[in-house]
Structure formats: C-alpha cells, structure tokens
C-alpha cells in the first residue's frame, strides 16, 4: 500500500496541487522516506547532494514532494524551497543520540521562518528499528514540539527501510491540509 492509496481519500479536492517539503539532517531518511512513499526499492539509496522530487497523480490531486539534502553546507540554501510549502516534514535519526541538539537548533530556525508560518509540522522519528533508537516521545521532548503553538503538528515513529509508520504519517498529513485562500 503506497501513497496513492492515501491520496485516493482526498478525492473531495480534485485538481489540488500540494508542495510537501521534506528537510532534517543529512543520513536523517529523507530519501528512504520519500522513495517509500513513491512505492520505488529502497534497497540502494544514495545521499542527497542538491534534491529529489518526486510527484504522484491522482483522480486530478497531484502532490510534489521536495527532498532537500541535509549536509551541513546545504542546509542554507534550505530557505530557498520553503515558497508556497503546505506542510513541512522534518525526518529525525532517532538513533542517532548525538545530533539531537543540531538537529532540534535547525527545527527551531525552520519554524521561525516567516515563509512557513502556520506550516503543518509532521516529524518522523525514524529509524526505530534500531536498539538505540530513542521513541518518538523522547525525541518531541528533545526537539520542543510541546512548546510549539503557531501550528498543528504532529511526531509519528516510523522505520523508512521497511514503512513502518510511514503510512500513518501521511494520513495526518492529508487531515492536516491547509485551506488555500
């Protein structure tokens, strides 16, 4: 079961076009992520030097995911993808204990960031198949989502290698949907 099967419960909207900007430290998933939301092998990926986009029709909904490379010397150019952005997900290695701080400072200056006022916020707290893995709310608590309230947002466990999760997360995605004036 992919995305589109996702995508089918929002038929209510047709010919809606929606921008999902996929961020969050390199090695984070992002990629993993969005290759399983497009249903393609995740067996062989490699790490992001620019970005991946990836577009999926359905009955007239297309939706364009943006995935944006995580080394430190991208991470500037960030703001230059954030234009007309729905919703915002931010993938965490959660296995990965010491880059929680980096990783909670580059969230905080996102969300700070007038172009993705009122963004949806969706966090993966990936890789939880792995014993160090710290559960997802460990990692809210790290990150300060509870302190957030100029959005909805949401901290969804997943495992990007094999989907766990990853469904879930796109479900609250497609209930989250901002309203276009």
Request: aromatic share 6%; proline share 3%.
């Amino acid at each position: 079961m992919g995305l589109l099967s996702i995508l089918k419960k929002l038929r209510s909207s047709p010919d809606k076009e929606l921008r999902l900007l996929l961020l969050g430290l390199d090695n984070a998933g992002k990629t993993t992520l969005l290759k399983q939301l497009a249903s393609e092998d995740v067996s062989h990926v490699t790490p992001t030097a620019g970005f991946n986009i990836k577009s999926v029709l359905s009955s007239g909904f297309k939706l364009n995911v943006w995935d944006i490379g995580g080394q430190r010397k991208i991470r500037p150019y960030w703001r230059n993808y954030f234009e007309n952005t729905d919703i915002l997900i931010y993938v965490v290695d959660c296995s990965d204990h010491q880059r929680l701080e980096e990783t909670s400072t580059e969230l905080a200056e996102l969300l700070q960031d007038d172009k993705l006022r009122n963004v949806p916020l969706l966090v993966y707290a990936n890789k939880q198949d792995l014993a160090t893995a710290l559960p997802a709310s460990e990692v809210a608590q790290h990150l300060g989502l509870h302190l957030i309230r100029d959005r909805t947002w949401q901290i969804q466990a997943c495992v990007a290698t094999d989907g766990t999760g990853v469904k879930e997360g796109m479900e609250w995605v497609c209930k989250n949907i901002p309203v276009k004036k």
